[in-house]
């Protein structure tokens, strides 16, 4: 369902039903950044779950410790397969009577169905209201206020505020903190009521609030090397995408897939590693995600995320094999669109160079020495 957002001039919309741009796309990123701006994220999914053993029973199956939040509080959090690998990222928001769960409009259906036969004996009840509440998206630095008032149904505001600002309690970051860029990333969500929209609408047209389309959005997170789960494919765990820095708790107890989490992290090296790739811009084409990522003529990861950065210029996220050389060049191939957009047939490989995010040396924190292969000659 197309968003009453996309009726506002110059918008472009995306394939999910939301504005990509308004016409200005970096001005629109700036004002994003500043707090000036809000985002249509409409077409993303929510699931709720109430009852009095929500926390307590969400923290059983999934990766962070929820047992205790707030109400008011918010947390990220993954459901993971019994190996460990990622099924599902959560942005949970908890009132006091109901946690609300943020995600990506496929998750929306078949995380609902999933929780719901998970109840057992617990008293919870899930339901998938993606079709009632929209989700609005804003960065929030420290001389920024909210742009839209959140819904407040049970007395606390519908507010979730990305922790991936900084390495969460029980969390672990494998990136090089020097530097790191998720400290300037201080965005939050938003839900109100989806009949809201187009009062909202009205309101950016008479200049009241400003927007930004999604494309703005993805830029600012990808230079924030934040992870989502487009980043993410079947083989994905968390320790790739250095995904335990704000979604893991290392020392919380079970939950599906912890035995994975704790054995590559004290003992093992996630296969591969996450970087943000600086891309030529010489030749005006964007590779786009699911392109390959080639050292010389071999495949060694695949792009997940590419954008346009207001100052980096064309950036990237990629996967790559863990043993691939931190300074090795790179190459993207990128398809060239024609005037109306469309794919043409030309394909041109666009130079990449390589920025750590999650080094080769990942995991292994317990330090166990390597014990000797039994007959194996001591030198």
Known sequence: MASPLLTLPGAVAGPAGTADHYGEPVAEQRMLEQGRAIVDLSDRGVVTVTGPDRLSWIDSLTSQAVATLEAGGSAETLLLDPQGRLEHSIRLIDDGVTTWMLVDAAQAAPLAAWFDRMRFMMRVEVANVSAEWATLGQLLPADAALLVEPAAPNGQPLLW???????????????AAEGHPAAGYAAVELLVPRSELPALAERVRSGEVAV???LALEALRVAAWRPRLNDADERSIPHE???????????KGC??????????????????RLVMLHL????SVLPEPGSAVLAGDVEVGRLTSSARHHELGPIGLA???RSLDEAAPLTVPA???????SPTDEVVPVAAAQQTIVPPTAGATAGVPRIPRLGAVRR
Do not use: I, M
């Open 280 to 283: 030529d811009g010489s030749a």
């Open 161 to 175: 505020r990305d922790p991936w600002v900084a390495v969460r309690d029980g969390g672990w970051q494998y990136a």
């Open 255 to 272: 939950y599906r897939g912890q035995e994975t989490v704790a054995k590559v992290h004290n003992l093992g090296h996630p296969p591969r």
């Open 335 to 341: 398809v060239v669109r024609d005037a109306e957009g």
């Open 241 to 251: 995408l250095d995904w335990l820095r704000s979604a893991v708790h290392l020392s």
């Open 212 to 214: 930004a389309g999604a």
């Open 319 to 321: 996967v790559v094999k």
